[in-house]
């Protein structure tokens, strides 16, 4: 299963974005917090469940800077997964998203294609939100 967010501009330097990402531990700034628990992180990995759902681990294991963040399901996940964030610069500003590549069965799919789009989607506008001017 594959699943792309929104792109979205966000106001600073690709590095500066980049460099923000890259740490695991603020990852917890860019989701839902009303709707996780049990979050765990440090420099590479982090880990939390999404509220009436599963754990989320991710693992980092591969950074090209300041373009992509590769991540990869941790070993409680209910199902393998890689998850790419693509940084692009355009004209000083940074265009973000987020692809999604899971070994998900059908079954499983009806269940997490939607949550999974509106979280990767959230993910994209709070990192909008939080480099915004205004925040």
Same mark, same amino acid.
């Given at each position: 299963?594959?699943?792309? %967010?929104?792109? /979205?501009?966000? =106001? /600073? ?5 980049? &460099?923000?990402?890259?740490? @695991? =531990? ?10 996780? %628990?049990?979050?765990? /992180?440090? /420099?590479?990995? @982090? ?14 294991? =591969?950074?090209? %800077? ?6 990869? %399901? ?14 692009? &610069? ?12 899971? &070994? ?8 997490? =294609? ?22």
């Amino acid at each position: 299963m594959k699943i792309d %967010s929104n792109k /979205a501009i966000v =106001e /600073a330097p690709i590095q500066t974005v980049f &460099d923000f990402l890259i740490n @695991c =531990e603020n990852l917890y700034h860019i989701l839902p917090q009303d709707k996780m %628990s049990d979050w765990e /992180a440090n /420099a590479t990995s @982090c880990s939390f469940k999404i509220q009436g759902g599963f754990m989320i681990p991710l693992v980092q294991i =591969e950074t090209v %800077s300041p373009n992509t963040i590769v991540m990869k %399901s941790g070993e409680k996940a209910p199902f393998s997964f890689t998850l790419t964030v693509q940084l692009t &610069d355009v004209n000083g500003s940074t265009e973000g998203m987020i692809a999604f590549d899971g &070994d998900v069965n059908m079954f499983m799919k009806m269940l997490v =294609e939607k949550p999974l789009t509106n979280l990767f989607n959230y993910m994209i506008h709070k990192t909008q939100k939080y480099f915004s001017p205004e925040n």
